[in-house]
């Protein structure tokens, strides 16, 4: 059974900085392309960072310089390291493969940042 279990996420404060972890089950973790998504309050869904095979990785405009995506296929954990957080980022981070599978959303981490 495929499944994302995310933690690491908590009320923080502005300018803080915060860890993010994903282990994923039930895929071939190393063969696939992963992404940490994030849903805030009233918004759609949107892909912040994703991370190939190949490590290869990229991050939003938004969170670009802030972000940092990782991953460890040994362990099949992706990771999402967050620095000098904002108000904006306040939402439920999911992660999942690219393109996301439908089926496999998990629970997600809720982060909030106080100004």
């Known amino acids: 059974q495929v499944r994302m279990v995310e933690s690491g996420g908590g009320l923080v404060q502005a300018g803080d900085s915060l860890a993010l972890s994903c282990v994923a089950y039930?895929?071939?973790?190393?063969?696939?392309?992963m992404g940490w998504y994030r849903q805030a309050p009233g918004k759609q869904r949107e892909l912040v960072a994703s991370?190939?095979?190949?490590?290869?990785?990229n991050v939003a405009d938004s969170v670009k310089d802030r972000f940092t995506i990782a991953r460890d296929n040994a362990k099949s954990t992706m990771y999402l390291q967050m620095h000098d957080v904002e108000p904006e980022d306040t939402a439920v981070y999911y992660c999942?493969?690219?393109?996301?599978?439908?089926?496999?959303w998990g629970q997600g981490t809720h982060v909030t940042v106080s100004s």
């Open positions: 991370i190939t095979s190949g490590y290869n990785a």
């Open positions: 039930g895929i071939p973790f190393s063969l696939r392309s």
């Open positions: 999942n493969q690219i393109p996301p599978d439908d089926n496999s």
